[in-house]
């Protein structure tokens, strides 16, 4: 079974461009979570999806950020417009209603120059 | 709110040897989750061991195992017969029991080096 896939796996883009991060949880999961580490801050959740709906979106910044889960199998992280602060590794999970653990993908490394 | 503390920024153990990587955790819950994830350079985040705080029993992974406390709020991760592979950033992290917040809280790791 596919574990957690995430695109792109590196994002390289300039000040004041739209990012979109891409997620697709493990099939059958109904929670989805996207975090964001950085040096400074660690691992933080900054929201999570069940089945769908957002539950929990207070981790995320600023109105710069969106995210969306339109279907059980895809999710997307917005950023718009970016900033370089933005630079981080996000990273994707996911988990069975059932509880944890959760799943993280691969992660995607932004840079925001 | 709930917090999780690693107070060891880097260990380091050679090939073979044993190493125990600390943390405590603050919560007024009785009911949660705990777990050690690591991260290898790859950057994959990968679940190592997890612990449910009903169980008394400290849970165990082949090589790894935990020393959980819960009067102490302690959660340390025992590696036996440490490997090459082990090196990684090891991450103590706690998850509420049922409810709403389902969020991973995470500490902010230890760097793990393994010594040939």
């Known amino acids: 079974d596919a574990g957690v896939i995430q695109s792109p796996r590196h994002e390289v883009t300039e000040m004041g461009q739209e990012v979109t991060l891409r997620c697709k949880p493990i099939s059958g999961h109904d929670y989805l979570f996207w975090y964001r580490q950085t040096m400074m801050r660690g691992l933080e959740l900054l929201i999570y999806f069940n089945n769908n709906v957002p539950i929990d979106d207070s981790g995320m910044p600023e109105d710069r950020f969106s995210a969306k889960m339109p279907n059980a199998s895809f999710s997307t992280l917005k950023i718009q417009p970016s900033e370089p602060r933005d630079s981080a590794v996000y990273f994707c999970?996911?988990?069975?209603?059932?509880?944890?653990?959760?799943?993280f993908g691969p992660g995607t490394r932004l840079t925001v120059l | 709110a709930q917090t999780v503390t690693q107070s060891q920024p880097e260990m380091s153990v050679q090939e073979a040897e044993t190493v125990t990587l600390s943390c405590t955790y603050d919560?007024?819950?009785?009911?949660?989750?705990l777990f050690w994830y690591k991260q290898p350079p790859s950057r994959q985040m990968i679940l190592v061991i997890r612990q449910e705080a009903y169980k008394q029993q400290n849970a165990t992974e082949n090589r790894f195992s935990v020393n959980f406390q819960k009067a102490a709020k302690s959660f340390s991760l025992k590696i036996s017969d440490s490997q090459l592979g082990d090196a990684a950033m090891y991450f103590c992290a706690y998850q509420n029991y049922g409810g709403a917040t389902n969020k991973l809280i995470f500490g902010t790791g230890t760097l793990l080096a393994v010594q040939p």
């Open positions: 999970a996911s988990s069975r209603a059932q509880g944890p653990p959760q799943f």
């Open positions: 919560t007024s819950e009785s009911d949660y989750y």
